[in-house]
């Protein structure tokens, strides 16, 4: 059986189509495995990241005692630290599975802005967020709009992790790896090494900004659009009840 769904032609065969409530619900596998573990190992590294990385640059108040008791500081930086290599690391991991995945596991790294048509559905999708559109429109893959956003995600996390490897390096002195390998990244502000400590930390800010209008917009199209999101990164499949 063929279904189009917005200007794309997919096949499915019967066990896709379910029936939930004595409504037809079309059952689509979007999401494998190794993206929804990225998604959501991700999702906690940059929680332990956003606060943690605020406790580096807004410390908590001195302990009581001799400073030789305490290792709390040492502690948060360490998590700080792992959650950045894991982060890192699923970023090159996901990029990886845009090659070797199905084609939705492209979808955040080519978007399609020369189009005509991409574009007058990337502005659809952002009335339809702000109110404006009365009906949804439905994808198998991300929504333009959600397209751009996680294009837009994947840049700053590269961004991130740069120029966080960079002030890791200055710590760890000019001999380490990582001021070897991203130490250049303090050349780009002029060898100041707090404007890239200001530009890291706006960073953060920017994908807490991202995060919430992430979770708007994933609980928002799970209760109004009649597609399933948040249980689509749990289990691959996306439903579309009719």
């Not at 580096?56 to 030789?68: D, N, V």
């Not at 960073?203 to 209008?213: K, P």
């Not at 928002?220 to 249980?231: F, V």
Request: net charge positive; hydrophobic share 50%.
């Amino acid at each position: 059986m063929n279904t189009t769904v917005r200007k794309r032609t997919y096949s499915y065969d019967d066990s896709a189509i379910l029936r939930a409530n004595g409504r037809r619900v079309t059952s689509v596998y979007v999401y494998q495995a190794p993206v929804r573990l990225w998604h959501w190992l991700s999702a906690l590294a940059i929680v332990t990241l956003g606060i943690t990385g605020y406790l580096i640059g807004k410390p908590l108040p001195t302990l009581s005692g001799e400073a030789s008791d305490h290792f709390l500081m040492g502690y948060i930086r360490f998590a700080h630290f792992a959650a950045a290599y894991v982060f890192a690391l699923g970023l090159i991991w996901r990029i990886v599975l845009a090659f070797f995945s199905n084609p939705y596991a492209r979808e955040l790294f080519i978007v399609p802005v020369w189009d005509p048509q991409w574009w007058r559905e990337f502005l659809f999708e952002v009335r339809w967020y702000l109110f404006l559109e009365r009906y949804p429109r439905k994808y198998i893959g991300h929504n333009p709009a959600g397209q751009m956003a996680m294009f837009c995600f994947i840049v700053v996390g590269i961004l991130m992790c740069l120029s966080g490897f960079a002030l890791y390096g200055e710590g760890a002195g000019h001999a380490s790896w990582a001021w070897r390998g991203f130490g250049w990244m303090t050349s780009l502000v002029g060898g100041n090494s707090l404007a890239l400590h200001n530009w890291h930390r706006l960073g953060m800010w920017a994908m807490a900004l991202f995060v919430m209008v992430h979770i708007y917009t994933a609980i928002r199209e799970d209760i109004m659009s009649r597609q399933s999101m948040i249980s689509t990164m749990v289990s691959g499949f996306r439903m579309f009840k009719h």
